[in-house]
């Protein structure tokens, strides 16, 4: 319950090491007694406190300043109302910018010197890498939905794959967004000058990502891997199943050994736990609480003595884009793996999948099908519509090898990464393996419980890649993304292989022969990593919805998620389309809107292409700000052509104009 009343300071400002000042906004409690001092818990994101994230952070800072807590949010460098430019994310600049800002917060007179730090994907990853920097005042972090390796399992590379709806929507629309003005009151004269010097200067940053195709030192910048033991402060990953960061969520706990730490993972995608799809949902800013009220107040109040890792286990679910809820019940154990996580092995067999291997060896043939894998998920970790998930896969099936296993007469539980051994070949010097495992109902309807990718010219590293040769066999692991599954009695277990996951990937560039072989010689299987363990005392969840502060208000256009095939082109298209308008308490209006194609042809691998269209429009004030960016990628066998285009208009005239065109080589991708 609300302990304090509040104020609000914004536009403090604070000064980093090279006299560049950031902008924050503190959230008060006020003080009941002379010299009380609350701990503070910083949130620094690049995503505008000032206008697109001022409803939330107040929702959310003055829930925690309600409580005793002193609430920061700081536009990172180059951002928002901050001074400097936003070279890159997660730059080594801007994690030192997280350090100072953390020791200037445990200085101020207000401060019990405890602080924290939290945030969902952007944010997560600023709280992890200001951990491992190891600030002597931070003693907790909350990550939501955040990873430990930025190269392969960011939005950027999968498995060693260009992503496109993964990366897209992120790409163009922060190159919008980077370029919306501080805020006009608070930089006072020289505001245009200011603004248009950050314009000029700002890179886009997609072009840095897509340069990087490699795990080079480029991505180790923002990789908590190999560095666990760095992390020192309390810890707390939370995660979803649905979402892609997951592996992260699980891993760092896993791995953290040096922090005292928790895990959380629900069915959720890449949103809030108390509204993201697919449920039970839950209260997720009480649990916030009691971590920080533990670490940062010294409040015993049971959070550490329960189990560490909570998780939700899934089961068999009816599949749809847009579920409210998916089977299962909840689970606590201490630790990940599972005491009793024993590998189970399944062994590809003729359409089949068994437990003995066959004696006889044998291929399948599959060929590189660049538009296939429209009935899964719109991208690899679905955010709000129109990003919805895997529906029944059996369109997709129709035309890949697909190996089952006969119907369970017991449940099967496991809880981790799946990994599937295979031995393949191809015809082509570049091309992928897409392994889904999904749940056969009684029915036929085959549900999708998790799936993994790779470019097989990633085999032995994501480093250094090496072309494959024609007619040579290569064993390869697939690893699948983290989930905790029960597979019901009557069920059947499934994997499938194919070449891409479209509109996920961008396909790879050549026609070829692909061949999976098995029996025999070739133990081609699926590891799954089965528990046989009852759960620990499950935590009592605040399952009731926060009463938070209403401001403003919003609306949000209806979303699109279309797929279109064209029979004379020989094309597949994806279009997506999403927009909100909402109107701040002081009467500013901010719109924004995103609208994106993407095309793949079915004989024409070497040929695909995205295009994003961005508006992001601010009226403040007597200010008109109106930013329209447009990115496109398109493929040939050998390049990526980039196509960026900035508008940025005031007043309806036009402010800064600026285009990006380059070609980038493909390197084995």
């Known amino acids: 319950m609300p302990q304090y009343q509040t104020k609000v300071l914004y536009n403090v400002r604070i000064k980093m090491r090279d006299g560049i000042e950031l902008s924050a906004n503190l959230f008060m409690p006020i003080a009941k007694s002379e010299g009380e001092k609350f701990p503070a818990i910083l949130e620094m994101i690049p995503y505008r406190k000032d206008d697109w994230r001022y409803v939330t952070d107040h929702q959310r800072m003055l829930y925690f300043a309600e409580r005793g807590y002193v609430g920061c949010r700081l536009d990172v460098r180059g951002t928002g109302s901050s001074q400097g430019i936003a070279m890159d994310e997660y730059t080594a600049e801007e994690t030192q910018d997280g350090y100072e800002t953390v020791e200037w917060l445990a200085s101020?007179?207000?401060c019990n010197g405890n602080v924290g730090m939290w945030g969902m994907s952007y944010g997560g990853f600023t709280s992890t890498q200001v951990a491992k920097l190891q600030p002597p005042h931070l003693k907790a972090i909350i990550a939501f939905y955040s990873s430990d390796e930025h190269y392969n399992e960011d939005s950027h590379y999968m498995g060693g794959c260009k992503t496109v709806s993964e990366w897209a929507q992120y790409a163009v629309s922060q190159v919008g967004l980077n370029a919306m003005p501080p805020k006009a009151e608070y930089v006072g004269e020289g505001w245009a000058?200011?603004?248009?010097?950050r314009l000029e200067r700002t890179p886009i940053w997609l072009s840095h990502w897509l340069r990087h195709q490699t795990d080079d030192d480029y991505w180790r910048v923002a990789s908590l891997n190999p560095d666990y033991e760095k992390?020192?402060?309390?810890?707390?990953?939370?995660?979803?199943?649905?979402?892609?960061?997951?592996n992260g969520a699980v891993r760092m706990f896993a791995k953290c050994v040096n922090a005292p730490r928790k895990c959380l993972i629900g069915n959720w995608n890449h949103q809030m736990p108390d509204h993201a799809y697919p449920g039970p949902n839950l209260d997720y800013l009480h649990e916030m609480n009691r971590f920080f009220e533990y670490w940062l107040k010294g409040v015993d109040n049971g959070t550490m003595r329960e189990p560490a890792f909570t998780f939700s286990r899934r089961e068999y679910t009816e599949p749809e884009a847009f579920p409210a809820l998916m089977n299962g019940e909840w689970f606590s154990a201490d630790v990940f793996p599972l005491d009793s996580t024993q590998p189970h092995e399944l062994f590809l067999g003729d359409k089949t999948l068994s437990t003995q291997q066959a004696d006889a060896s044998l291929s399948t043939f599959y060929l590189n099908r660049p538009t296939h894998g429209t009935a899964a998920s719109f991208c690899w970790g679905a955010g709000a519509k129109p990003n919805g998930l895997f529906r029944d896969l059996r369109p997709d099936e129709s035309v890949i090898p697909v190996y089952t296993s006969e119907p369970l007469t017991e449940p099967l539980d496991f809880v981790g990464m799946p990994e599937a051994i295979l031995h393949v070949g191809s015809s082509a010097p570049v091309a992928y393996v897409v392994v889904r495992l999904t749940d056969v109902a009684p029915d036929g309807t085959s549900a999708q419980v998790t799936a993994g990718i790779l470019n097989l010219t990633h085999r032995n590293s994501h480093s250094n890649p090496e072309a494959l040769k024609p007619n040579e066999i290569y064993k390869v692991k697939v690893e699948l993304r983290a989930t905790a599954y029960r597979f019901l009695p009557g069920?059947?277990?499934?994997?499938?292989?194919?070449?891409?996951y479209w509109p996920l990937l961008f396909p790879s560039p050549y026609k070829s022969d692909n061949y999976i072989y098995h029996g025999g010689e070739y133990s081609s299987r699926l590891i799954l990593p089965v528990v046989n363990q009852p759960s620990l005392p499950i935590p009592q969840f605040k399952t009731t919805p926060v009463e938070l502060i209403q401001m403003g208000e919003s609306i949000s256009d209806v979303p699109e998620w279309k797929i279109e095939e064209d029979v004379i082109a020989g094309s597949v298209t994806v279009k997506s389309y999403?927009?909100?308008?909402?109107?701040l308490p002081d009467g500013t209006i901010i719109t924004s809107s995103e609208r994106l194609y993407m095309t793949a042809y079915h004989n024409d691998p070497a040929h695909a292409l995205f295009f994003n269209d961005i508006n992001y429009h601010l009226i403040e004030h007597g200010h008109d700000v109106h930013v329209h960016s447009t990115g496109s990628i398109r493929t040939t066998e050998t390049d990526f052509h980039l196509d960026i285009q900035l508008v940025v208009k005031l007043n309806e005239n036009v402010f800064f104009q600026k285009s990006w065109l380059e070609s980038i080589k493909r390197k084995l991708v």
């Open 108 to 110: 101020q007179d207000w």
């Open 578 to 583: 999403g927009g909100n308008s909402s109107a």
């Open 193 to 197: 000058t200011q603004w248009k010097e």
């Open 231 to 246: 992390i020192t402060c309390a810890l707390y990953t939370i995660g979803g199943w649905m979402d892609s960061y997951v």
């Open 491 to 500: 069920h059947r277990i499934r994997l499938t292989v194919s070449s891409t």
